[in-house]
């Protein structure tokens, strides 16, 4: 399990959009994210640095 520092998210429209993101690559992965802190948590069988370009392709900038 990894977290990444999401920009953007807003709403719960968001927060499925970086879901549906990242498991249209795995489908089993686990997202979780909270809009408060903008960190998103992941368990998935993808790196941490394709998770983050999926996130961020779908219009969600990641942060270190």
Known sequence: MFTLKVSGMTCGGCINAVT???QAQDPQAQVK??????VVS???SLSAERAAELIADAGFPVSE
């Not at 994210?33 to 903008?38: E, F, M, N, S, Y």
């Open 42 to 44: 992941l368990e998935t």
């Open 20 to 22: 549906r993101a990242v």
């Open 33 to 38: 994210a909270d809009l408060a802190t903008q």
